[in-house]
């Protein structure tokens, strides 16, 4: 089954490889440091522009919209004026009520209105658009009112039977009118879609591009820059070429999608005591305006609002649980969750949805970690190809020069390609370990419940190690030679965030191990074997963060990073609280002091740690209620059947001891246990491999 769309222009224009777009900033063209508070192109030598007030009376299009109206006095227009690259007049009595223009006013008094002013189009002359930009291809339109449409797939148990709809008269567009609403045909295989035109129209719709600019006025033009510099490269889920024509033309771009740029890009920009003239961004009213916009959009979902929706739930304060599986419904309406390699479009298109959907899926597995709550998505209904190149080839600024090209996009296709398989990964472990029915057989096998999860753990940890063997030097946070790199540049600051999931992930599996363990001491070897595999996992994770650099912490992370940083100080408490002797409880005690202060020093330069710094406060506040364990003397001398290798032996010594006293074939049910590695260098051998 497939569907698919009117591809919403917001991120999805014609892409243009000459078109004209604002110019991207790259430290590698440019000796001099770049003003990051310049408010636009034509006052990025001037100084900061006041805000004007009028006591008495808004413009003219103001008015008209009831929208604040703010002066900017480099131009000598309103803010929203000269966004919309119009006149800004004050011809109107704020006394007299507000009218709507009737189709009979004369054409030059709707030029005054919709005319670009010639002083604000100095630097970007407005281009008529061209005649094929109206029907971009074969199967994508885009039409007059973009905002007010929907597309549905059509699904195999509806009331519209698809054996039917194959006998419809179709146009050249494969496209017939049924009622109010549009059918296409996308595929051969019986896959149709309904477009949508007469959408109720709510409070959302009053809310246009002005709004959404005056709120982060006059940071609009700094903000595109710093998303394109920052999110874009490692979460590239828009076209950049045509978001770019679409911001500076003020043309065919959802305010939704604008809002949500916005919101995920604040961060990036200083706002500090250098702009004490400058009105500070309103971020509250941007975020609480783009959550509803989005909200009220997901009933009748387009390619912008699923974009959107991704970008917002980057942001972990929105990220919830609710807003996800809405999002993953919305997915499903636009048939995102289907192969479309032989749909009816042209390649960028299917390179568009391909990326939406994968960064979907991770936000959906992500978010199923972090929530504990079930996965929406399923195997067995997810038909989405893997990534190849072809389905970046449109995401990124197209230029002549390719050595530009490579610059901008830098390593971001393959980052982002790494963080979906290893997603892939983390959803066989919580498929394997984490529903309801693996938890229930895990409990009904009593004291062989853990050698049941090692023979499960067996195949998740191959593809662990096999993930972590293949990345590129590109995407390692360490040299050759096991250093970590003395010049960090943005791109590999990106690399952070997507080894802090592979820890995660390792952890995930092993606190079900940890869990499992018998507490009546019926198996004390092989509790012994997962628990030195255990520590060397919070080892290697705690150090891999007390490693982290102020340009990694700077840089952009997804929303599930701030709940990974909490899960290593979960599993240090994990091990700490299951521990059987009190010098091991010690131990764990110590390393998480040392974890605690990590991750105050790193809070300065990445504040969303401050949810793994109060998980921890917590969790140690509940420890006082767990019982005093007995020192290991006490122990060794109530359980002789433990083996006699003390607990800073390494896991190759156990081993050695396993298959001395068992014999080498016990030790295979923990042969995919993690190696003995103490630290990120020492993940890795000669060759790059995992040990």
């Known amino acids: 089954m497939a569907t698919v769309i009117t591809i919403q222009p917001s991120s999805t224009a014609v892409p243009t490889s000459h078109s004209p777009s604002l110019h991207r900033r790259h430290p590698s063209n440019s000796n001099s440091t770049p003003n990051i508070l310049s408010p636009s192109p034509i006052s990025i030598h001037s100084s900061l522009p006041r805000l004007g007030s009028r006591d008495a009376a808004s413009c003219d299009a103001c008015l008209r919209r009831k929208s604040r109206c703010a002066m900017n006095d480099l131009v000598n227009k309103c803010y929203s004026c000269d966004f919309h690259r119009q006149e800004c007049t004050f011809t109107l009595s704020t006394e007299a009520p507000i009218k709507k223009r009737k189709l009979e006013d004369s054409p030059r008094e709707l030029e005054s209105v919709k005319r670009p002013s010639i002083q604000s189009n100095t630097h970007t002359p407005a281009q008529p658009p061209a005649p094929e930009a109206v029907r971009l291809h074969q199967g994508a339109m885009i039409r007059p009112g973009f905002f007010n449409q929907s597309t549905q797939h059509i699904g195999m148990t509806t009331e519209l039977e698809p054996a039917l709809l194959e006998y419809l008269p179709l146009d050249e567009y494969d496209e017939c009118n049924v009622s109010n609403s549009r059918i296409r045909r996308c595929a051969d295989d019986c896959t149709f879609m309904r477009v949508v035109d007469t959408l109720p129209i709510g409070d959302s719709q009053a809310v246009s591009l002005d709004a959404i600019e005056s709120l982060v006025a006059p940071y609009g033009a700094t903000l595109i820059e710093k998303f394109f510099d920052h999110v874009h490269p490692s ?56 959550l509803k916009l989005l909200i009220e959009s997901l009933p009748f979902p387009s390619i912008s609002t699923i974009q959107a929706g991704l970008l917002l739930t980057q942001k972990s304060t929105l990220a919830t649980a609710s807003l996800n599986g809405q999002l993953v419904t919305a997915c499903f309406e636009l048939g995102l969750h289907q192969d479309c390699s032989n749909w009816r479009m042209k390649t960028w298109e299917k390179g568009l949805r391909k990326r939406l959907a994968w960064a979907l899926y991770m936000q959906d597995k992500w978010s199923s970690l972090v929530h504990g709550r079930p996965s929406q998505i399923f195997a067995f209904n997810w038909t989405v190809k893997d990534l190849v190149e072809d389905d970046f080839s449109d995401a990124f600024l197209s230029g002549t020069d390719s050595a530009h ?125 997962c628990r030195g595999a255990a520590k060397t996992r919070l080892i290697s994770a705690m150090d891999f963060v007390n490693r982290l650099r102020p340009a990694h912490l700077r840089s952009f992370w997804p929303a599930s990073a701030r709940t990974n940083f909490s899960l290593i100080g979960s599993f240090g408490m994990l091990l700490r609280i299951t521990a059987p002797t009190n010098e091991e409880a010690d131990f764990y005690r110590v390393r998480l002091c040392e974890y605690r202060w990590t991750l105050s020093v790193s809070h300065k330069n990445a504040e969303f740690m401050s949810f793994a710094l109060e998980s921890l406060d917590n969790a140690t506040a509940f420890d006082k209620h767990v019982p005093e364990k007995p020192n290991i003397d006490e122990l060794m001398a109530s359980q002789k059947q433990i083996p006699r290798v003390s ?45």
């Open 405 to 529: 090209d490579s610059a901008a996009v830098g390593h971001g296709p393959l980052l982002f390609c790494h963080m979906v398989a290893l997603t892939t990964i983390l959803s066989d472990i919580l498929d394997r370990f984490y529903t309801l029915k693996s938890i229930e057989d895990f409990t009904a096998a009593g004291n062989q419940r853990t050698r049941i999860i090692l023979e499960k753990a067996k195949p998740a940890q191959i593809r662990l190690k096999e993930w972590f063997s293949s990345l590129p030097p590109s995407l390692k946070m360490e040299s050759s030679t096991g250093e970590l790199v003395e010049t960090i540049t943005d791109e590999h600051a990106r690399n952070g965030a997507l080894h802090l999931a592979y820890f995660a992930t390792e952890i995930t599996l092993h606190r079900c191990i940890v869990r499992s363990l018998a507490t009546d001491g019926s198996d004390s070897y092989l509790a012994h074997i």
């Open 647 to 691: 607990f800073e032996g390494t896991y190759d010594d156990a081993m050695a001891e396993a298959e001395a006293t068992h014999g080498a074939g016990s030790s295979s049910v923990i042969s995919g246990l993690a190696s003995p590695a103490t630290s990120v260098s020492d993940m890795e051998d000669n060759d790059g491999s995992m040990l």
């Open 235 to 290: 979460f590239p889920i828009l076209m950049e070429d045509a978001f770019r024509q679409s911001y500076r033309e003020r043309r065919q771009l959802s305010p939704l999608l604008l809002a949500a740029v916005y919101v995920l890009t604040l961060k990036f920009v200083d706002v500090g005591a250098s702009s004490q003239t400058a009105r500070r961004p309103d971020a509250a009213r941007l975020e609480s305006t783009a």
